[in-house]
């Protein structure tokens, strides 16, 4: 539904470019606590920092296909009602943005809220991958991937 709204007088871009500045500003001002990190980003398997997440991200930039995007695209923020998504809460960070951006936060969202990761119940027969069968999409999972990790610095 959001996907669908005309972008071309949005005021808010939540382009890549646009949010790398903002990752890179927080960074200098000590905003980011790696411990509010997955796991895996940082540490052993992971960056060793998050400044060199940070060049990462800005070394391995996808190609945007921008939409109106929620920003911060999760279960929590979604309101379902009769089993149709009735409303949206915490449209703060909503704008023009990759698609992607919010395809990868559901994704995310899905297997942890269904993995017992938020909530502690766990549902063995849900699989997070149905969202793209859902969306009529095959995953591009290294946007996925990028947008995860974009995600980890805010």
Not at 12 to 23: M, R, V
Not at 73 to 91: A, H, Q, R, S, T
Request: proline share 3%; net charge negative; hydrophobic share 35%.
């Amino acid at each position: 539904m959001l996907w669908k709204i005309d972008i071309s007088t949005c005021p808010y871009c939540n382009s890549i470019d646009n949010k790398l500045k903002l990752a890179e500003m927080r960074l200098k001002q000590n905003l980011f606590n790696v411990e509010d990190s997955e796991t895996e980003t940082f540490g052993d398997t992971g960056f060793k920092s998050p400044a060199e997440l940070l060049q990462w991200l800005k070394d391995n930039k996808p190609v945007e296909e921008l939409v109106f995007s929620h920003g911060d695209y999760c279960m929590p923020n979604v309101i379902i009602k009769d089993n149709k998504i009735n409303g949206f809460i915490d449209l703060g960070s909503s704008g023009v943005a990759d698609k992607y951006q919010d395809i990868a936060l559901c994704y995310r969202s899905l297997k942890h809220n269904f993995d017992g990761s938020h909530g502690g119940k766990v549902y063995d027969d849900f699989n997070a991958t149905s969202l793209f069968d859902e969306l009529g999409i095959v995953p591009d999972w290294e946007k996925i991937k990028y947008y995860i990790l974009l995600d980890e610095l805010f």
